[in-house]
């Protein structure tokens, strides 16, 4: 069975960073990429971002509103995905959900998600 | 990019079938086959309905099905039960950038 578990949500300040972590299991985690979306209170879902297996380089893409504040990385040998997330802002309050890639490289898989308030 | 267009509410009686549009453009929903639908309850982790416009992921159930005409896509729900009574959004892939956008979310109500 495919899980994603999210983790290190919390409340943090204006200008502060964040480092959330997804661990994974139930699948073979380096034949996918994997990507970070977003739901803000009351609104609807938001893709942050995406990173590819090492097949692809690791490459990494971003959406344009965390673009050189956000940063996603994967640890294959701890079937782990992070995102380190820098100089935040209000509008990045959210949950953040974890979401596998198919081999299509579509999401098919989420995990349950994990909130990140950022105010003073 | 901006996110594709849904209806922000549809309702039906059990039993009956409903239909949510997706609109883009030509460099999204219009330019690939990479549309996917998804189930949002609250608390729970969302659940992939529909990708690639109309396949069906094994274990969902066949009253879920999916279509495309242009820079349009629809989710259409069959014989409506009250446990469809969810958030539903799409997504598409945004030509030649390597991001995905989502809709706005549709909340069906299932009276």
């Known amino acids: 069975e495919v899980q994603l578990v999210e983790s290190g949500g919390s409340l943090v300040q204006p200008g502060g960073s964040l480092r959330l972590s997804c661990a994974a299991s139930?699948?073979?985690?380096?034949?996918?990429?994997m990507d970070w979306v977003r739901q803000a209170p009351g609104k609807g879902l938001e893709w942050v971002g995406r990173?590819?297996?090492?097949?692809?380089?690791?490459?990494?893409e971003y959406a344009a509103a965390v673009k050189g504040r956000f940063t996603i990385s994967r640890d294959d040998s701890q079937n782990s995905l992070f995102l380190q997330m820098n100089s935040l802002k209000a509008e990045d309050t959210a949950v953040y959900y974890c979401a596998r890639d198919s081999k299509s490289h579509e999401i098919d898989y989420w995990g349950q998600g994990t909130r990140v308030i950022v105010s003073s | 990019q901006s996110a594709l267009t849904q209806p922000a509410a549809v309702s039906g009686s059990p039993g009956q079938s409903i239909t949510i549009s997706c609109t883009g453009t030509s460099r999204d929903v219009g330019a690939y086959n990479f549309v996917s639908w998804f189930q949002l309850h609250p608390g729970k982790a969302p659940k992939l309905l529909i990708s690639d416009v109309s396949e069906r992921p094994s274990g969902v159930s066949n009253r879920f099905s999916g279509s495309k005409s242009g820079n349009t896509a629809s989710l259409t729900i069959s014989g409506l039960q009250a446990d469809d009574e969810a958030d539903y959004y799409c997504c598409s892939y945004v030509d030649s950038t390597n991001i995905w956008v989502f809709g706005g979310g549709t909340k069906l109500t299932v009276l």
């Open positions: 139930g699948f073979i985690f380096t034949d996918h990429y």
């Open positions: 990173i590819r297996n090492s097949g692809s380089g690791y490459a990494t």
